[in-house]
């Protein structure tokens, strides 16, 4: 029996004599409220959601689904757990809304006295956030194949600004929604950027090289909405920059192109705090995912961060893909006491988003954040993407796997710098992590200066006897190493390139000891 039925069998059972009986239940006065305030900036045309609820016809054509997804707590989406912290502009409907849809349907969807229906909402014409300050559109259009594996590919959006301006917010308007999943937006030195823009005949270029990245301004995935960064925080775009959008592509079976555009939303000067970020685990969980072996139904990554100064966390989101089931992060403050943080119980890899906490959240200096992911990988989970299940290790396509809790945060006092070990970045590596990556160097050899280790390297991988590592040579394991050695960016490392790659990696891991 669905969820639905269910739902309106107890509708059935409040008689009409009952007091808590609403009496007639009518679109007008009950449903269109409803849908209007939570539904139909998504379900209106040029959104994402299958069908529009604009109208009566609209809601009574779906009736029977609107009533068992909301039962169900499908639609609205929002997965976040209620219980944790509060987040701004969260989504979900009351009790006593779900069960009017549900008497609603019972009662055959009437539609009432349409004087008394309210006005459709009034968006904005193709952006949510009203005209933005600056809008920049791809050259050219990319074509996605109709079938093949994932791909990922970053877009260069010129941008020539004659001074240093600051971002509040940005939206995403893809031109083919059906085979963007998610894009990740950066801000980098024009020069390079330009320099790799279409280098091998198409839009673009492959993954984000060693490029001079200045900065990240977010990222959009389906479903979600842009938001405005709270108070005065916003993003540093300075001159000589230009936008950088890394895609990711999801083949939906036919031939898609793909000419997306941007609107930035700019704050009229700097902010008084500059917004920061890490993840925990770090670099998307590469190091602490492991091997998720077919027919583990709760495999458990855990990843621990402590924080050395005095932060405000300002946003929260998560990132994994099909099989990840759950994500909790809980902070303990030095004295014992616990924050928890952000959970969500039931990950969904099509409903991912950035979460802002509804007042900043004070992280005393001595916090320990712990963040626990939980992964089905058995033939049960309807969302495995492989029948029969199969091992699943890190990486970038979607049937492999990721996880991470991200957050945004400013520093308490700006004065003394940022934590220690993370610069600030999102991909900031914690001391577990550094013996796996002190494991790598070997790969480029251990005798340390540009010599040593550029030599070795050289030997071992140069198949073709030109005296450099083509990226054909390398396995494909090491391509996002070899993206950022390549400095001159002409798919080739020379003694040199490896050598300053080896110490670069060696500095950032320490001679020592986990």
């Not at 600051?166 to 894009?183: I, M, T």
């Not at 405005?228 to 000589?240: E, F, H, K, N, V």
């Not at 309807?382 to 991470?404: A, L």
Request: charged share 30%; net charge negative; with cysteine.
């Amino acid at each position: 029996m669905s969820i639905a039925l269910i739902a309106l069998g107890l509708a059935v059972a409040i008689g009409p004599d009952d007091p808590d009986d609403p009496g007639p239940v009518t679109f007008a006065e009950h449903v269109a409220p409803i849908l209007f305030g939570n539904c139909t900036e998504c379900h209106r045309p040029g959104e994402p959601a299958p069908f529009p609820l604009r109208s009566y016809e609209d809601a009574r054509t779906r009736g029977a689904t609107i009533a068992e997804v909301a039962a169900s707590g499908l639609m609205p989406p929002w997965h976040p757990d209620p219980s944790c912290l509060p987040l701004r502009d969260e989504r979900g409907l009351t009790a006593e809304q779900v069960d009017l849809l549900g008497l609603w349907v019972e009662r055959g969807m009437p539609e009432g006295d349409p004087s008394r229906t309210p006005a459709v909402p009034d968006f904005p014409e193709g952006w949510t956030l009203g005209d933005p300050d600056l809008v920049v559109t791809m050259d050219e259009a990319f074509e996605v194949p109709a079938g093949g594996p994932d791909e990922f590919r970053t877009f260069v959006f010129r941008l020539d600004l004659p001074e240093d301006r600051w971002v509040k917010a940005v939206e995403l308007r893809p031109s083919a929604r059906e085979v963007v999943h998610h894009a990740l937006f950066f801000v980098a030195d024009s020069e390079g950027a330009r320099r790799l823009d279409g280098e091998d005949g198409r839009p673009g270029f492959r993954r984000m090289r060693l490029l001079d990245l200045r900065g990240s301004l977010g990222g959009w995935v389906l479903g979600t909405r842009p938001q405005p960064l709270p108070d005065d925080l916003a993003m540093a775009l300075p001159s000589g920059t230009d936008l950088l959008m890394q895609t990711h592509f999801h083949p939906s079976g036919k031939v898609e192109h793909e000419k997306a555009t941007i609107g930035l939303y700019l704050a009229e000067g700097p902010p008084s705090k500059r917004l920061r970020g890490f993840q925990v685990p770090p670099a998307f969980g590469r190091f602490a995912l492991g091997r998720i072996e077919a027919g583990d139904e709760a495999h458990t990554v855990r990843a621990s961060r402590t924080i050395d100064r005095d932060i405000d966390l300002i946003s929260v989101g998560g990132h994994a893909h099909y099989i990840c089931e759950s994500m909790e992060a809980v902070a303990t403050r030095p004295d014992g006491s616990a924050i928890d943080l952000f959970r969500i119980p039931d990950w969904d890899f099509d409903w991912q988003g950035r979460y802002f906490f509804e007042e900043p959240v004070r992280i005393p200096a001595g916090t320990r954040i712990d963040v626990t992911l939980v992964y089905d990988n058995s033939e049960g989970n309807p969302r495995n993407p492989s029948h029969p299940p199969v091992d699943v290790t890190f990486g970038e396509q979607s049937t492999d796997e990721m996880g991470t809790v991200l957050f945004g945060y400013v520093l308490a006092d700006e004065r003394g710098g940022d934590l220690s070990g993370g610069s600030g970045s999102l991909l900031a590596i914690g001391n577990g992590d550094r013996g796996r990556l002190r494991g790598l160097l070997g790969r480029f050899g251990r005798r340390g200066g540009t010599e040593g280790p550029g030599r070795a390297a050289i030997d071992r991988l140069d198949r073709n006897g030109d005296g450099r590592v083509d990226r054909e040579e390398v396995p494909d394991r090491l391509a996002p190493r070899f993206d950022r050695a390549d400095q001159d960016g002409d798919g080739a490392l020379d003694r040199r390139e490896l050598g300053e790659a080896a110490d670069r990696l060696r500095e950032r891991t320490g001679p020592g000891g986990d």
